[in-house]
Structure formats: structure tokens, C-alpha cells
């Protein structure tokens, strides 16, 4: 089975804090994507990485960055949180851009107070 | 820009009811996915709808695509308390260069004894 794994499942952070969200994927897919989920909006492509060191931006960027460095592993970064950004995280990843199927990990549920 | 909107929101049904779950989308697909979603958790692939005409189902549910139309329709047949969920489609618009998924807002369903 393919094992999609956040490091958190709720976060607390305040105002100003960078924030890192990490999401590890176990069976060596190409292809990773950050989503948040917001009620009523469905999910929306923050960024999406095709390969390591390599992203593009998705529908709503502004405000967020990634990394990655490995290719199992795949950061969101709040460079200066803001409550706005209080939000369910999904990481996801998939085999490639022919894949059909992108596996999702369980979310992370931020506050930014 | 591609939107998909799924209708009805909210669906509150009985046992043993049937009833239908509409997703339009506003341009050409190449791929159509439905998502579930249980409370707190993370999305698990239903189904791939990959041509006009195609039909899956699997249990109580069935869905189809009509890429004619930009419609696909998830069918609930004779609904069952563990069908509470949040069902999500999602498409993939033609041409582009990595696949990227644009989701609906979410159907929530709840089904009563």
C-alpha cells in the first residue's frame, strides 16, 4: 500500500512564526503536491513538485514555499504565518505526470493564532 | 480557467434511498476522479473515469462521465448509514502539462436511519 505520512496532525503556531509542514512518501513516486482544504472551497494546488529540486506554483502560491531536497520527502513553509492561513494541509503524491491516481496523507490542521 | 462544481452541497438522505451527486466542469477533461472523504481523515480514491461513456461502479455506488456534457454523476443506491461522507470529484483539464487536478467544493452526505 502507499503510505503518504504528515508529521502532524494539528499545529499551533503564532502570528509571524515560520511554519514547516513535512510529508514523506514511501513508494518512490515522482510527482508530490501540497493542497489546502477550506469548507466549501474543495482543495486548492498550493505547489506541486514533478521531481526533486524541481516545483511549480499551483492556484494560490502567494504566502507559502516548498522544498525538495529527497525525493520522498516534500515541505510546505509559512515564511511569516498569518491567520489566514489557518487551514487543513493534504500533502499527496503520485507515481507521474501519466499516474492517475494521487494518494493523499491524513492532513494537518493549522491554527495560526 | 477550468471550475468544476458539484451539486448538491449538502444531501441528507434515508437508508435505503437513492439519489444522484452531479459534477460539471467548464472545459475539455481529460480525466475525471471521485475522492472520498470520512471526517478527520484523508481522501481515498473511489473512482477514474477515463472516456465518454465510461462507467464504474463498485457497491452501492456508480459513476459515469459524459465528457459531452462536462458531467459526471456519482449514483447512491439504496444508501447505507456508512456512506456518510464527503464525496469530492475532480478533473484533469485537457492539455495541461503536468496533470494538475482541479477539485469540486465537496458533497456531504449524511445518511439517516
Known amino acids: 500500500d502507499v503510505k503518504v505520512t504528515q508529521s502532524s496532525r494539528y499545529l499551533v503556531k503564532r502570528t509571524g512564526e515560520k511554519v514547516f509542514l513535512e510529508c514523506v512518501q514511501d513508494?518512490?513516486?515522482?510527482?508530490m503536491f501540497w493542497y489546502r482544504q477550506d469548507p466549501g472551497l474543495g482543495l486548492r494546488l498550493i505547489y506541486f513538485?514533478?521531481?526533486?529540486?524541481?516545483?511549480e506554483k499551483g492556484d494560490i502560491p502567494e504566502g507559502y514555499s516548498v522544498s525538495r531536497e529527497k525525493k520522498e520527502r516534500f515541505s510546505l513553509i509559512l515564511e511569516s504565518a498569518s491567520t489566514n492561513q489557518t487551514s487543513m494541509y493534504l500533502c499527496?503524491?503520485?507515481?507521474?505526470?501519466?499516474?492517475?491516481?494521487?494518494?493523499f496523507g491524513a492532513g494537518t490542521r493549522l491554527s495560526v493564532l | 480557467e477550468l471550475k468544476v462544481e458539484q451539486n448538491p452541497l449538502f444531501l441528507s438522505m434515508q437508508e435505503g434511498k437513492n439519489y444522484t451527486i452531479y459534477c460539471n466542469y467548464s472545459?475539455?477533461?481529460?480525466?475525471l476522479y471521485w475522492y472520498r472523504q470520512d471526517p478527520g481523515k484523508s481522501l481515498e480514491s473511489l473512482f477514474v473515469?477515463?472516456?465518454?461513456?465510461a462507467v464504474k461502479q463498485e457497491g452501492r455506488l456508480m459513476a459515469s462521465l459524459d465528457t459531452k456534457a462536462r458531467l459526471s454523476t456519482l449514483h447512491i443506491t439504496a444508501a447505507v448509514h456508512d456512506l456518510s461522507a464527503t464525496y469530492f470529484c475532480?478533473?484533469?483539464?485537457?492539455?495541461?502539462?503536468?496533470?494538475?487536478?482541479?477539485f469540486g467544493q465537496g458533497t456531504i452526505l449524511t445518511v439517516h436511519p
Open positions: 513538485s514533478y521531481d526533486v529540486k524541481m516545483k
Open positions: 475532480a478533473v484533469v483539464a485537457g492539455g495541461t502539462s503536468y496533470g494538475k487536478l482541479t
Open positions: 499527496a503524491s503520485r507515481v507521474d505526470t501519466s499516474g492517475n491516481i494521487q494518494y
Open positions: 513508494m518512490d513516486h515522482e510527482n
Open positions: 473515469l477515463l472516456s465518454n461513456g
Open positions: 472545459t475539455t477533461s481529460d480525466r
